[in-house]
């Protein structure tokens, strides 16, 4: 059975700051009614007491659609910012691929594991992930297996392409939710080929709307995304605080 994160909520009657247990951490979100900047490096220093009188840790703050103003607040709380990640979006479809793919199933965890581990090794969410993170996304509403695309050769796995659906968003848009080649089948090309088949099971579930995430500093990545015409279109920064 999957272990639900731990939640603490310190709140002074108005404003809230929720802290939700990660694998690295603590995870600050934010509940302030208004644009009051002074409010949330109060909220801010209110977590970090809490995580401080309890057994210390580390605190992470996410800010979506980051412009540098935006750094004010955490930066005066004691944060340090740490990770950019860029949305990136191309118009479907893509250009079409002849590499062969096929669905995930349950029997593949393993299989995909060891390749996922091997290809994000150096990744802080992506990175030594377990059986029991892998059933927690499959159980997600989002979740088919028929967009978690496998590809095989010389009788392995040597890749994947997981898609995700948004079906909330207007548009509705195809994610390429994570995207990985094993390490010794680099240098093949795969990867293009990988995303492009993603696209286009994306396309062939009647989305016109592709993006994804990719780290800003992933700079083979964003290569390979700016000549397939993705494009960015926003930024979602990570602020750090560890305390003792």
């Not at 909520?9 to 700051?17: L, M, R």
């Not at 659906?165 to 995207?179: K, L, N, R, S």
């Not at 990985?180 to 993603?198: K, S």
């Amino acid at each position: 059975m999957a272990t639900e994160p731990e939640r603490l909520e310190v709140s002074d009657g108005t404003d809230t700051v929720v802290l939700t247990s990660a694998r690295n951490g603590w995870l600050v979100e934010l509940r302030v009614e208004g644009d009051d900047d002074v409010r949330r490096q109060r909220l801010l220093e209110a977590a970090t007491q809490t995580v401080m009188l309890g057994e210390g840790g580390r605190l992470e703050l996410w800010i979506e659609d980051a412009t540098p103003a935006c750094d004010r607040v955490p930066l005066a709380a004691g944060f340090t910012h740490f990770r950019d990640l860029w949305r990136l979006e191309r118009p479907l479809p893509a250009p079409d691929t002849d590499l062969s793919t096929r669905a995930f199933s349950s029997a593949d965890a393993d299989a995909f594991l060891e390749v996922n581990n091997r290809a994000f090794h150096w990744h802080p969410d992506q990175s030594d992930l377990t059986h029991e993170e892998l059933a927690q996304k499959c159980a997600e509403p989002w979740f088919d297996p028929d967009g978690f695309r496998l590809f095989e050769l010389e009788g392995r796995l040597a890749g994947f392409c997981w898609t995700k659906v948004h079906a909330d968003e207007t548009p509705p848009a195809g994610e390429i939710y994570a995207i990985a080649v094993d390490p010794d089948f680099h240098g093949r090309g795969l990867g293009r080929e990988l995303l492009l088949d993603g696209l286009a099971w994306l396309a062939g579930q009647g989305l016109r709307h592709g993006m994804l995430y990719v780290e800003s500093d992933n700079r083979h990545a964003n290569r390979l995304y700016d000549e397939l015409g993705f494009r960015r279109s926003r930024i979602d920064r990570a602020f750090q605080r560890i305390v003792r």
